[in-house]
Nanobody, 114 residues
Framework: QVQLVESGGGLVQAGGSLRLSCAAS????????MGWYRQAPGKQRELVAG???????DYTDSVKGRFTISRDNAKDTVYLQMNSLKPEDAAVYYC????????WGQGTQVTVSS
C-alpha cells in the first residue's frame, strides 16, 4: 500500500519560504485527493491545501495567496510551496492521501521565528 514521507520542514524567519515534499512509495495518480494538513500544539489538525487527481486545488483562507500545492505524478510527489511565512504557520505539517485508502505521513516540523 501507499506510504507517504514528508520532508522540507525546518526553521525560517517570518517572511521566508519553504517547500515541503510528500513522496509516495506508490503511484499517486489513482489517488483522488492529496492534502497537506497542519497541527500546532493545542490546536486541531486542519486542512491547509488539497489537490485532486485532476489538478483542482483548494486552500484554507489563511494561506491563500501565500501557499501553493502541486503534484508531480511522474515523481509520485506532492509539494507545498510556502511563501511569506508567518509565525502562525508554525506547526507539524502532514501529508494525507484519501480515496479507497486513508494514509498519513509522519509529519515534518515547520518553525517560523518572528
Amino acid at each position: 500500500q501507499v506510504q507517504l514521507v514528508e520532508s522540507g520542514g525546518g526553521l525560517v524567519q517570518a517572511g521566508g519560504s519553504l517547500r515541503l515534499s510528500c513522496a509516495a512509495s506508490g503511484s499517486i495518480f489513482s489517488i483522488p485527493f492529496m492534502g497537506w494538513y497542519r497541527q500546532a500544539p493545542g490546536k486541531q489538525r486542519e486542512l491547509v491545501a488539497g489537490i485532486s487527481n485532476r489538478g483542482s486545488t483548494d486552500y484554507t483562507d489563511s494561506v491563500k495567496g501565500r501557499f501553493t500545492i502541486s503534484r508531480d505524478n511522474a515523481k509520485d510527489t506532492v509539494y507545498l510551496q510556502m511563501n511569506s511565512l508567518k509565525p502562525e504557520d508554525a506547526a507539524v505539517y502532514y501529508c494525507h492521501a484519501v480515496g479507497r485508502i486513508n494514509v498519513w505521513g509522519q509529519g515534518t516540523q515547520v518553525t517560523v521565528s518572528s
